[in-house]
């Protein structure tokens, strides 16, 4: 392809034309050597010069052709045939192969062309592509090293008063350093004169911290930031924010004033994924989450109060104890809160009510670890009371996987960074145990006595190998664990990935079923309830059949009475009649008897 430039000019505009022709050389100056200026010539032996040992480059460009490519359709008709022979007639074809086939030709240009097709299948075969060359060795086993760990370091509280290390926070450029926060928990029972001080600790020096954070409050947690290694962010016991700037020195760089800060400890807080990396958020006991830029920090820019009833009410809140924000997932973060429910929120919810998103209800203790798993976001671990659960936001009822219930309370817990199977966990008794539920589900892989006193913090290094352990008395250990628990296994994300989705699977399935049997139960108790109801109305039926014929017949008797009573008066009547009639005639009987005396008398 030629490159063309085109002048949009005038000829005219550029000028007096330039006519060129072809002459000889011409002699202008002749400059003779200067004699003198020999003599003054001085010879330089040996001569030093310096020289670059790089790769000379130049740079070449290329104009290549434009290949340009069609799509094109070809109809294949069958053809070669006379014109005098019809291919649709059969007959016809028959005759003219038969006399094609006794051509000498013909017969020819078959045997040539047979003769190379038996040399391209002949070459073909020469090599079997499914030949196994090495079907007599035994297969060797591949023995595989035993899960271990080791101590490497251990810091301790340079403080006499011995304060319990609350949490943990690796350096995020090259995790040479660690963070240390020092606090204690138990309320109102902090020993008199007991320091304020966390330190950050180098790993190569375990003899003194490399500088001490100072702040107004003892810190409960401590976060580096993963965009600038020298800020670090703190939650004090007093529920302040605090913000160092490592370069500045000890002091507190920048501090939340109280009237706008949490009313209990700071238990959880962590940076947020921003662009200018100066946005965080923490959680504390009284039921709120706080959003905090470290430009102007001095009072909260959002605040998401942890009530489960969508009210917004303070008083009915469930207090945080850990917080769970992933990348990935910018507008989702997470809660673990002391009633043993973790709830799921929404960062950009307009409204109250689609700030909570759901819960997740399984402990019967505060939750002390919430972590999202680093290859699959959708699962999450949670520590609390006697156990770890392994959950899935697609099944809200129960979680899919758990470990069994121990005999001492379980502190913290995280997953591992580099394989998806293995998570580790921290007991009261000092022990760490490392599990990996594709090796074995009942069971850690490994248990490991860190300690005599309660581990009550842990953090696990970006490569896998390094976990820091934060103790009771404030004794940090750093141990190293064994290869095979840092690296990755053969089709290890695949066989967690399965096992995640098969039990996801499983507890929606004991959640259709425990859903039916409920509406069973329902149905059986509403029933029971309808019989009930039948039986009160038959019951109260017969009553009012009892009644009203009760009151029928009395109805009834009482006319009858009447009627007798009036049957009786009517009888009265025409008897009392007829006894005067007779007592009338009686009288007019003796009166006429009387009349005749008197008469016979006369006479």
């Known amino acids: 392809m030629?490159?063309?430039?085109?002048?949009?000019?005038?000829?005219?505009?550029?000028?007096?034309?330039?006519?060129?022709?072809?002459?000889?050389?011409?002699?202008?100056?002749?400059?003779?050597?200067?004699?003198?200026?020999?003599?003054?010539?001085?010879?330089?032996?040996?001569?030093?010069?310096?020289?670059?040992?790089?790769?000379?480059?130049?740079?070449?460009?290329?104009?290549?052709?434009?290949?340009?490519?069609?799509?094109?359709?070809?109809?294949?008709?069958?053809?070669?045939?006379?014109?005098?022979?019809?291919?649709?007639?059969?007959?016809?074809?028959?005759?003219?192969?038969?006399?094609?086939?006794?051509?000498?030709?013909?017969?020819?240009?078959?045997?040539?062309?047979?003769?190379?097709?038996?040399?391209?299948?002949?070459?073909?075969?020469?090599?079997?592509?499914?030949?196994?060359?090495?079907?007599?060795?035994?297969?060797?086993?591949?023995?595989?090293?035993?899960s271990s760990a080791k101590t490497i370091n251990v810091f301790r509280d340079p403080q006499e008063i011995r304060r319990t290390a609350t949490h943990l926070s690796w350096h995020p450029d090259g995790n040479r350093k660690l963070a240390v926060a020092y606090s204690c928990l138990d309320f109102q029972r902090a020993p008199v004169g007991m320091s304020h001080e966390s330190y950050i600790w180098d790993l190569e020096n375990p003899n003194r911290p490399e500088m001490a954070l100072k702040p107004s409050s003892p810190l409960v947690t401590l976060e580096y930031n993963p965009k600038d290694s020298h800020v670090i962010l703190g939650g004090c016991y007093n529920g302040q924010i605090a913000c160092w700037d490592t370069r500045k020195g000890s002091?507190?760089?920048?501090?939340?004033?109280?009237?706008?800060?949490?009313?209990?400890?700071?238990?959880?807080?962590?940076?947020?994924?921003?662009?200018?990396?100066?946005?965080?958020?923490?959680?504390?006991?009284?039921?709120?989450?706080?959003?905090?830029?470290?430009?102007?920090?001095?009072?909260?820019?959002?605040?998401?109060?942890?009530?489960?009833?969508?009210?917004?009410?303070?008083?009915?809140?469930?207090?945080?104890?850990?917080?769970?924000?992933?990348?990935?997932?910018?507008t989702k973060f997470m809660v673990g809160t002391e009633q043993g429910i973790v709830i799921s929120c929404n960062r950009k919810a307009k409204t109250a009510a689609e700030k909570i998103v759901c819960t997740f209800s399984g402990h019967?203790?505060?939750?002390?670890?919430?972590?999202?798993?680093?290859?699959?976001?959708?699962?999450?671990?949670?520590?609390?009371?006697?156990?770890?659960r392994i959950w899935s936001e697609d099944s809200r009822e129960s979680s899919i996987m758990w470990t069994k219930y121990h005999m001492a309370y379980l502190t913290d817990g995280a997953w591992s960074p580099v394989r998806p199977a293995v998570f580790f966990t921290t007991k009261m008794d000092g022990t760490l145990d490392i599990w990996d539920f594709v090796f074995k589900q009942s069971d850690p892989a490994l248990s490991l006595k860190v300690c005599d006193e309660a581990l009550f913090c842990l953090r696990v290094q970006d490569n896998g190998c390094l976990i820091a352990c934060g103790s009771q008395n404030g004794t940090t250990t750093l141990l190293e664990v064994s290869s095979g628990l840092s690296t990755?296994?053969?089709?290890?994300?695949?066989?967690?990935?399965?096992?995640f989705e098969r039990e996801t699977r499983r507890e929606k399935i004991l959640e259709a079923?425990?859903?039916?049997?409920?509406?069973?139960?329902?149905?059986?108790?509403?029933?029971?309830?309808?019989?009930?109801?039948?039986?009160?109305?038959a019951t109260n039926l017969e009553e009012m059949v009892a009644q009203a014929e009760k009151e029928f017949f009395d109805i009834v008797f009482t006319e009858l009475k009447k009627k007798e009573v009036e049957a009786m008066a009517k009888k009265t009547k025409p008897q009392k009649k007829a006894s005067l009639e007779m007592d009338e005639e009686v009288e007019g009987d003796y009166t006429g008897e009387e009349e005749e005396v008197s008469d016979e008398k006369s006479v």
Request: one cysteine or more; charged letters at 30%.
């Open 2 to 146: 030629e490159i063309v430039y085109v002048y949009l000019k005038k000829r005219s505009e550029f000028g007096k034309q330039c006519n060129f022709s072809d002459r000889p050389a011409d002699l202008n100056i002749d400059i003779l050597p200067n004699p003198e200026l020999a003599a003054q010539f001085v010879e330089r032996n040996p001569v030093d010069t310096g020289t670059q040992c790089s790769v000379s480059m130049s740079e070449h460009e290329a104009n290549t052709e434009r290949f340009e490519m069609e799509s094109r359709g070809v109809n294949h008709v069958e053809g070669g045939w006379p014109k005098d022979v019809n291919p649709l007639e059969l007959e016809q074809t028959i005759r003219f192969r038969k006399k094609v086939e006794k051509d000498e030709n013909y017969i020819n240009a078959i045997m040539q062309l047979g003769l190379i097709m038996e040399h391209c299948i002949k070459q073909n075969n020469a090599i079997d592509i499914y030949q196994e060359y090495f079907d007599d060795e035994e297969e060797v086993e591949v023995t595989e090293e035993a």
């Open 251 to 330: 002091l507190v760089a920048e501090l939340s004033t109280i009237e706008f800060s949490h009313r209990d400890p700071v238990y959880g807080s962590i940076w947020l994924q921003s662009k200018t990396g100066t946005e965080c958020f923490s959680a504390s006991t009284d039921g709120q989450v706080m959003w905090w830029d470290i430009r102007k920090i001095s009072e909260p820019t959002e605040v998401v109060i942890l009530d489960i009833t969508k009210k917004e009410q303070l008083e009915s809140a469930l207090g945080a104890i850990s917080l769970e924000f992933e990348p990935t997932l910018p």
């Open 364 to 388: 019967h203790g505060p939750i002390y670890a919430l972590q999202r798993n680093p290859f699959y976001p959708k699962n999450f671990l949670t520590v609390g009371d006697w156990t770890a």
């Open 488 to 499: 990755l296994q053969r089709n290890e994300r695949n066989i967690a990935s399965s096992m």
């Open 513 to 537: 079923r425990q859903k039916e049997m409920r509406l069973k139960e329902k149905g059986k108790a509403e029933g029971k309830d309808d019989d009930q109801r039948d039986e009160e109305l």
